[in-house]
């Protein structure tokens, strides 16, 4: 048996697994069933603070998905962390081997997401499919073929009021340079058709509301990303009245590419001789323009969208030292002091137990939600200090615990054996 651990100091009890037996014969006290349906035998350990998805497969198949995981994860995509593989197993036999991976925190399962946790119908028909296709798009752009998009094999992430989808089986991909339009093309096909499954499993187990039709959803997939695909890489020609006009169209496509979390590298401004059209071509780099500008200043490190309504606080927050002061205040300054005297006491005030049942970049922003609501109702501001008692009786109190779902599946495929 050859086992090989990835940062083997950050996850030294994978060691301890009884790995020389089949997974399916794994008796140990923190184990689990996996939600959703599986090609492979798929299990859920926990070993301490630290939870572990641990999946059956043939050598060849887990050692490449391993390295293909790393590779993703290398280039910032999302996904989740690989943290070993176990091939040249023996037990009665030569039998398949394993791939580990850390357990997503706070990731939400589709299922977990569309049975009765009181999400309305256009958060499955938007929030849940945008993510799905926004993670689709950002693996086409790195020039990756996933080749098996589906509702199963990604995990879902509370992020401000949207969700953000994780890769989490890549058995099928395929690492590229760049894509070609079929490849892209191929990939959206199979994404559309697996979602219609995904959903018609969700309705034959009488979990998806009946006004929802798996094909009419499925098929907004292919407009979903056309959309947000030529978005982020499709030309824009105009005829310009003078450079003011080029720089404004330029500000204007740089700020649509900001509101989708995207950043441009370089920005092409092609002209041709005796034309005065101009076309705006722009190259896009990684997701993560808020998030990464919010690390930079605080070093916290969040969503996409959570980071941007913390950078909207600190812009609040700055204006109040400025007006309290009567003098300006450097952003980088006004950060620091918002994470020393703002956000870092109010999440120190939250009772542990509490704590745990969402991400606190999360949970800040549904307080400074229901700040809001609170203000309307009341006719008046209200800080968080005075919001957080009711939003902690109201609202956190009555979440679920989102660290670690190990609900029952809610519909099985039965196996089908072969006709001999």
Request: hydrophobic fraction near 40%; charge should be negative.
């Given at each position: ?6 940062r083997p100091?950050?996850h030294?009890?994978?060691?301890e697994?009884?790995a ?8 140990l ?7 959703g ?12 603070e630290?939870?572990y998805v641990v999946?059956?497969?043939?050598d060849?198949?887990a050692?490449?998905e391993?390295?293909?995981l790393?590779q ?5 995509l ?5 943290v ?5 197993r023996?037990d009665?036999g030569?039998?398949?081997g ?7 925190d706070?990731?939400?399962p589709?299922r977990?997401?569309?049975s009765?946790?009181?999400l309305t119908?256009p958060?499955?028909g ?9 993670l689709l ?10 080749g098996?998009c589906?509702l199963?094999n990604a995990?879902f992430?509370?992020d401000?009021?949207?969700?953000s989808?994780?890769v989490?089986?890549?058995?099928t991909?395929?690492r590229?340079?760049r894509?070609?339009?079929g ?5 959206l096909m199979?994404a559309?058709?697996?979602?219609a499954g995904g959903l018609?499993?969700?309705q034959?187990?009488?979990r998806l509301t009946?006004?929802i ?5 499925a098929?907004?997939?292919e407009?979903?990303?056309?959309n947000?695909?030529?978005e982020?890489?499709?030309?824009e ?5 003078g450079p003011?006009d080029?720089h404004?169209?330029?500000?204007r496509?740089?700020d649509?590419?900001?509101g ?5 590298e ?7 001789d ?7 071509v722009?190259?896009v ?6 998030a ?25 927050y ?6 309290a002061?009567?003098a300006?205040v450097?952003?980088?300054v006004a950060?620091v002091r ?6 870092e006491p109010i999440?120190?005030?939250?009772p542990?137990?509490?704590?745990v ?8 922003h549904?307080?400074l ?5 609170l203000?309307e109702r009341q ?12 939003y902690l009786d109201?609202i956190?109190?009555?979440?679920p615990d989102?660290?670690l779902?190990?609900e029952?599946?809610t519909a099985?495929?039965p196996r089908?054996d072969?006709?001999?």
């Amino acid at each position: 048996m050859r086992l090989h651990i990835a940062r083997p100091t950050q996850h030294p009890d994978v060691a301890e697994l009884p790995a020389e037996t089949r997974l399916a014969n794994w008796e140990l006290p923190g184990i689990h069933r996996v939600l959703g349906v599986h090609r492979h035998e798929v299990k859920l350990v926990e070993l301490g603070e630290v939870s572990y998805v641990v999946k059956e497969l043939p050598d060849e198949l887990a050692e490449r998905e391993y390295r293909l995981l790393r590779q993703l994860a290398d280039d910032g995509l999302p996904t989740v962390e690989v943290v070993a593989t176990v091939t040249e197993r023996v037990d009665d036999g030569p039998i398949d081997g394993l791939l580990i991976t850390r357990h997503l925190d706070y990731s939400l399962p589709y299922r977990s997401l569309l049975s009765g946790r009181g999400l309305t119908i256009p958060f499955l028909g938007d929030r849940l499919l945008d993510a799905l296709v926004g993670l689709l798009v950002r693996l086409h752009l790195a020039g990756f073929f996933w080749g098996d998009c589906s509702l199963n094999n990604a995990l879902f992430r509370r992020d401000a009021g949207t969700l953000s989808a994780y890769v989490i089986d890549v058995e099928t991909g395929e690492r590229h340079d760049r894509l070609t339009d079929g490849q892209r093309a191929l990939d959206l096909m199979i994404a559309t058709d697996n979602v219609a499954g995904g959903l018609l499993d969700l309705q034959g187990a009488g979990r998806l509301t009946a006004e929802i039709d798996p094909f009419t959803v499925a098929q907004t997939i292919e407009s979903r990303y056309a959309n947000l695909w030529n978005e982020l890489t499709g030309s824009e020609e105009f005829d310009p009245s003078g450079p003011a006009d080029t720089h404004l169209r330029l500000r204007r496509r740089l700020d649509r590419l900001h509101g989708l979390g995207f950043d441009a590298e370089e920005i092409d401004v092609l002209t041709t001789d005796g034309d005065r059209s101009i076309r705006i071509v722009p190259r896009v780099v990684e997701h993560g323009f808020h998030a990464e500008r919010l690390k930079g200043l605080t070093g916290l490190a969040t969503g996409e969208n959570q980071a941007r309504r913390m950078l909207a606080d600190i812009r609040e927050y700055t204006t109040e030292l400025q007006s309290a002061s009567g003098a300006a205040v450097p952003e980088n300054v006004a950060a620091v002091r918002w994470l020393d005297r703002r956000f870092e006491p109010i999440i120190a005030a939250i009772p542990g137990h509490l704590l745990v049942r969402l991400e606190a970049a999360e949970i800040f922003h549904q307080l400074l939600e229901h700040r809001w609501y609170l203000a309307e109702r009341q006719g008046h501001d209200v800080s968080l200090e005075e919001a957080l008692p009711s939003y902690l009786d109201e609202i956190l109190v009555t979440s679920p615990d989102e660290r670690l779902q190990l609900e029952d599946p809610t519909a099985e495929i039965p196996r089908v054996d072969p006709i001999p």
